[in-house]
């Protein structure tokens, strides 16, 4: 299709999308920061789980208050703090990443803020999960009914923007343990439990349908091209120092070693 400063024929933006199975979500977190800062096109990244266990914190996370770090250091449980904001998630390998990498024009009325991007994400999701339980956006998660299935984090910067959401297809109940109780929580979660306020999302749509659905419903606002991960290449001159970074275990032993010791906070 004819294309012409991005834009094809038929005046939708082009987006590339790169799909991966089991790459490390600290890897997919670097891809994402890179192509955030240093690419000039439209990205969907498609990771369909992440073979170890992980916890991912936002930009400006306390391990301290958002994980349980005895346990954490007793079963050696990587601790990773992202470059976008939003709250503490585990993925493993029954999670789905979809991230959305956009130029702040590629969505016509979409504004470069918080609200706007996730106003406009619910409404995309509505399309992927139309006729499978009562799908809402609320208070920035993805839920059926009132409990939750899709954690969402956005960086924004000057012209760009990313939108990534962790998918709980499915989960292991015991590495629940490892996240502290919210101390801010969604008015809609009521004080319960990680495990009673969340779901599994297997039990709505089928692991591959949802993907294709996903994709489906990107067509609406972009001309969807697939890449090979192997193609995609930093521009010229391009530098990249990633922010998002493992906490070691010395820094987790130190946070541990703080005033703040024994305050209960997360999110999930």
């Known amino acids: 299709m004819a294309m012409k400063n991005g834009v094809t024929k038929l005046g939708l933006p082009l987006m590339n999308v790169v799909r991966f199975r089991g790459m490390p979500i600290l890897e997919q977190l670097f891809l994402e920061e890179k192509l955030l800062r240093t690419s000039s096109d439209n990205w969907c990244i498609v990771n369909d789980g992440t073979n170890t266990p992980t916890i991912v914190m936002g930009t400006s996370g306390k391990a301290l208050e958002l994980v349980d770090i005895h346990s954490v250091l007793r079963d050696g449980v990587p601790v990773v703090r992202r470059f976008s ?3 503490t998630v585990i993925v493993d390998k029954g999670t789905v990443f979809v991230t959305l990498i956009c130029n702040k024009d590629a969505v016509p009325g979409l504004q470069p803020y918080p609200r706007s991007i996730m106003s406009w994400s619910g409404l995309l999701y509505g399309e992927v999960f139309r006729g499978m339980g009562d799908f809402q956006l609320r208070e ?3 839920v059926f009914g009132n409990r939750k299935f899709g954690g969402n984090a956005q960086s924004i910067t000057k012209n760009r923007w990313v939108h990534h959401t962790s998918f709980l297809w499915d989960y292991e109940a015991k590495n629940m343990s490892y996240l502290k109780l919210p101390a801010r929580a969604p008015t809609y979660r009521l004080a319960r439990d990680h495990l009673e306020f969340i779901c599994r999302m297997k039990e709505y749509i089928p692991r591959t349908i949802f993907v294709e659905r996903t994709l489906k419903a990107l067509e609406s606002h972009f001309s969807l091209q697939e890449m090979n991960s192997e ?10 120092v990633p922010s998002t970074s493992l906490l070691t275990r010395q820094e987790l032993m130190d946070a541990l070693a703080s005033p703040l010791e024994g305050i209960a906070h997360s999110s999930l």
């Open 85 to 87: 904001g939003g709250g």
């Open 140 to 142: 920035n998660d993805y």
């Open 231 to 240: 193609t995609i290449v930093t521009p010229n001159g391009a530098t990249f």
